[in-house]
T-cell receptor, first 118, second 113 residues
């Protein structure tokens, strides 16, 4: 049981390049999330998914796209990378507790992807 | 807008002493308040949480207190050890953001031997 696995762990891009970050979870969780972590700003939600085939915008979605074609995978894409997207990206997953309520669920995080855009 | 403020941003304590980290939130409807610990090079991990119908919760050397009237909650670590050194994040679900767990800005705790 690996939990939440992110690939790659490190990546350097030039401005304008594109890339996809992959997140995979083996816990059969319904919900998956992408966060970015910047110094002094905590973790900010980019996009999330409440199930296979569904996605929704978070707090900072601009410049990113996501897809959830399979329940276990959640992809984060950068179509045209900008220096402002230099950050550490974390994927997380969770399962709904009783009644499908979302307000008390435990998030399981991956180990992160360090992305630098030059 | 709705947010979660966390203080201090850095905290150094001597091994064996206590550490306290405080967070305030703006939404009186918030009802769930988790704390996550992030060790160097790893993702955050839930260490304790509290719901709005409880004023305090303890788990060994860790405790969380909640004051709903004042809209603040705190993490207390007693008898600190070097392995407690990490970044700690508080969080809360804010109204209008059913799936958005809003995090504080983090506290770098250093336990000095």
């Amino acid at each position: 049981n690996a939990g939440v696995t992110q690939t790659p762990k490190f990546r350097v891009l030039k401005t304008g390049q594109s890339m996809t970050l992959l997140c995979a979870q083996d816990m059969n969780h319904e919900y998956m999330y992408w966060y970015r972590q910047d110094p002094g700003m905590g973790l900010r939600l980019i996009h999330y998914s409440v199930g296979e085939g569904t996605t929704a915008k978070g707090e900072v979605p601009d410049g990113y796209n996501v897809s959830r074609l399979k329940k276990q995978n959640f992809l984060l894409g950068l179509e045209s990378a900008a220096p402002s997207q230099t950050s550490v990206y974390f994927c997380a997953s969770s399962y709904p507790l009783s009644g499908g309520l979302a307000t008390n669920e435990k998030l399981f995080f991956g180990s992160g992807t360090q992305l630098s855009v030059l | 807008g709705e947010n979660v403020e966390q203080h201090p941003s850095t905290l150094s304590v001597q091994e064996g002493d206590s550490a306290v980290i405080k967070c305030t939130y703006s939404d009186s409807a918030s009802n769930y308040f988790p704390w996550y610990k992030q060790e160097l090079g790893k993702g955050p991990q839930l260490i304790i949480d509290i719901r709005s119908n409880v004023g305090e919760k303890k788990d060994q050397r860790i405790a969380v207190t909640l004051n709903k009237t004042a809209k603040h909650f705190s993490l207390h670590i007693t008898e600190t050890q070097p392995e407690d050194s990490a970044v700690y994040f508080c969080a809360a679900y804010l109204s209008g953001s059913a799936r958005q767990l809003t995090f504080g800005s983090g506290t770098q705790l250093t336990v000095l031997p």
